[in-house]
């Protein structure tokens, strides 16, 4: 085993860090930059275009291990809030950095983790204070598209982000305080433009109808399945068939036509009028599908098929001999929905009445997949608000709070712990000058605006980076909100995180074990 000791594990500990979060702080803030990612390991050589801080660690392979836990606490950020991922990386790497300067005044982790604990507890309760709720339904909705906006105001989809803040608060209203986001579909459909997406109620799936057979159904009576419905062939492998004549083979292949013809009939006797299949159907069950005027739908993808059931009420079948352990799924109607030059099916009047699709249009692939992770981060934030309905002032509002409070309280703490505070609230005022870095700002000029506008009273001061300035009220005048649970967890989760990698004194790198035996 390879043992790294002291200042050497120490500084390679807290570089790897501070290069991952110098790697995506240019993506944070309104006017943050996209990345391209590039795959080298595939024979496409496959590209994603994305400013998501998730997104881009998920895909950056690193070795250093300080590096992996600053991807990590990413990651957790990513699935527990949706949004906040890049802001978690950067307060991470920037308190190492800070700690850094400390390290080589000869000042011990232990008394700057210390420190820190201070600060963050005084920074928390400064959040909490700062945080407001609506009491109002109207209010609590005008809050929720006020974070939808702040939210996708740093995505591709700035432009539009009043059409699609529209579309992920109608999303997430109709979950009804559920945080099950599975009864919303999002569907990528290249063409047309961002602002030609739209919400559709009910669940739509992106398949076809069966030749010959309903294109709308009333009333449905759906069943799901996950049968093989391609046996009207022979199928024997590994084995040999010998027959004395044609009528032979002829016979054969119609005992397997009447095995089929059972099995569908087996079906249809439930009383279905939808039936929807994970496999494929062949022509023959089709053709009598159709004879017996059954909707039939056939290859639905798994996800999309455990969805549907969900939505339908329904559970999935592969035996069809005892009717009465069937869960069949109802919905008032199945019909077309047509999209660019594509026909989609979908079921509305679904029995769990949370159920929508969100239908994406794009220009390209890239587009829709960057507008699809957006969308998600928005609906995610959202589900989550409407959890904890607390919000905090955005555009580096509340980190001016939290550090001012903490410079505020630093001169009544004796020893060196004070400077470790002043460190953690120095980290903190780093946010909003990236953002205006970011913009193209003089990010000292507006960071010390900001800092005079809070000592003077405007509790609620931010920046503004589409003038390049600071507004007084940044909710009242801008409406840039942001969720109280997503700042808390970027709060936490950066200090500890920063305080896990500073302990570090020595990295082991341990050989793989040795195989006994010859």
């Known amino acids: 085993a390879e043992v790294e000791k002291g200042e050497s594990a120490r500084m390679s500990s807290m570089m790897g860090a501070i290069a991952i979060a110098d790697l995506v702080k240019s993506t944070l803030g309104p006017k943050g930059m996209d990345k391209i990612l590039q795959s080298v390991s595939s024979q496409s050589h496959s590209i994603e275009v994305t ?66 604990r201070l600060a963050a507890k005084i920074a928390t309760d400064e959040l909490e204070s700062a945080a407001v709720s609506s009491e109002t339904e109207e209010a609590f909705r005008e809050d929720l598209l006020q974070v939808a906006k702040t939210t996708l105001s740093s995505k591709l989809v700035l432009y539009e982000k009043d059409h699609f803040a529209k579309l992920a608060v109608d999303a997430v209203l109709r979950l009804e305080g559920s945080q099950n986001l599975d009864a919303i579909q999002i569907l990528k459909k290249p063409g047309g433009a961002l602002r030609d997406s739209f919400l559709a109620e009910g669940f739509v799936l992106d398949k076809k109808v069966g030749v010959g057979q309903p294109k709308r159904v009333e009333n449905a009576v759906v069943m799901v399945a996950n049968t093989p419905m391609d046996t009207d062939k022979i199928k024997i492998y590994g084995a040999r068939v010998k027959v004395s004549s044609l009528t032979k083979v002829a016979e054969i292949e119609q005992a397997e036509k009447d095995k089929m013809a059972l099995k569908v009939k087996k079906i249809c006797d439930y009383g279905v009028n939808v039936f929807i299949n994970r496999q494929l159907i062949y022509n023959f069950p089709e053709e009598i599908f159709a004879k017996r005027k059954v909707m039939a739908i056939e290859h639905a993808d798994f996800e999309g098929v455990e969805r549907l059931a969900a939505v339908l009420g329904a559970e999935i079948c592969s035996t069809f001999d005892d009717p009465d352990t069937a869960v069949l799924g109802k919905c008032d109607l199945v019909d077309d929905l047509i999209v660019g030059e594509d026909r989609l099916i979908r079921f509305s009047g679904t029995p769990k009445h949370e159920a929508c699709s969100i239908i994406l249009r794009g220009a390209s ?20 608000v409407v959890q904890e309905t607390r919000t905090v002032p955005g555009g580096g509002c ?30 903190l005022r780093t946010i909003p000058a990236i953002i205006a870095d970011n913009g193209g700002f003089d990010a000292s000029e507006l960071v010390t605006k900001l800092r005079a506008a809070h000592a003077t009273g405007s509790s609620n001061a931010g920046l503004d980076v589409v003038h390049g300035d600071i507004a007084l009220d940044v909710v009242a005048s801008l409406g840039v909100r942001e969720s109280f649970l997503s700042k808390l967890h970027v709060l936490t989760s950066a200090a500890e995180a920063a305080e896990m990698i500073l302990r570090v004194d020595d990295i082991v790198k341990c050989a793989p074990r040795k195989r006994e035996g010859p």
């Open 365 to 384: 692939s890239h587009v829709l997949d960057e507008a699809e992770r957006s969308l998600h981060d928005a609906l995610c934030v959202l589900s989550r």
């Open 398 to 427: 509340t980190e001016i709070r939290m550090a001012r409070a903490v410079d505020l309280r630093a001169p009544n703490v004796p020893g060196k712990k004070a400077l470790a505070m002043e460190a953690f609230a120095r980290a």
């Open 51 to 116: 400013n998501d801080g998730a997104t881009i660690l998920k895909n950056v392979h690193v070795e250093n291990a300080a590096a992996k836990v600053l991807v990590d606490i990413a990651m957790t950020q990513d699935d527990t809030i949706g949004d906040g991922t890049t802001s978690v990386a950067v307060l991470c790497g920037e308190l190492l950095r800070e700690a850094e300067k400390l390290l080589d005044q000869r000042i011990h982790p232990q008394t700057i983790a210390a420190g820190w």
